[in-house]
């Protein structure tokens, strides 16, 4: 069975950073597009950051541009978001999900196949 988990997860203050990691269970995924949603409490889940198999190509939402990186290790089976100058508005559960390659990379969470039970990031202001 494919399992994508998420962490790196925590508490942090307006300003900080911190780098989420996810590991995925199956060799496919490496040739597979991987990405980071979010969802804050009460509002839907949305589009965070995306990257091609390769790594090079990324997609980022506009809130998190210049702020956030996603890379990834394919031979470690690991992809990363690396947060900095986090926001309370930053404050979320962040989701690792996979989907098959496509471009432009997608930015709708039916773009994707599999997912992971994600990790809670809280920004204190």
């Known amino acids: 069975q494919v399992q994508l988990v998420e962490s790196g997860g925590s508490l942090v203050q307006t300003g900080g950073s911190l780098r989420l990691s996810c590991t995925h269970s199956?060799?496919?995924?490496?040739?597979?597009?991987m990405a980071w949603f979010r969802q804050a409490p009460g509002k839907e889940r949305e589009f965070v950051a995306a990257i091609s198999w390769s790594g090079g190509t990324t997609r980022y939402a506009d809130s998190v541009k210049g702020r956030f990186t996603i890379s990834r290790d394919n031979a470690k089976n690991t992809v990363y978001l690396q947060m900095n100058s986090l926001k309370p508005q930053d404050t979320a559960v962040y989701y690792c999900t996979a989907g098959v390659q496509r471009q432009p990379l997608g930015i709708r969470e039916d773009e994707y196949d599999y997912w992971g039970q994600g990790t809670q990031v809280t920004v204190s202001s």
């Open positions: 199956a060799r496919t995924f490496s040739f597979w597009t």
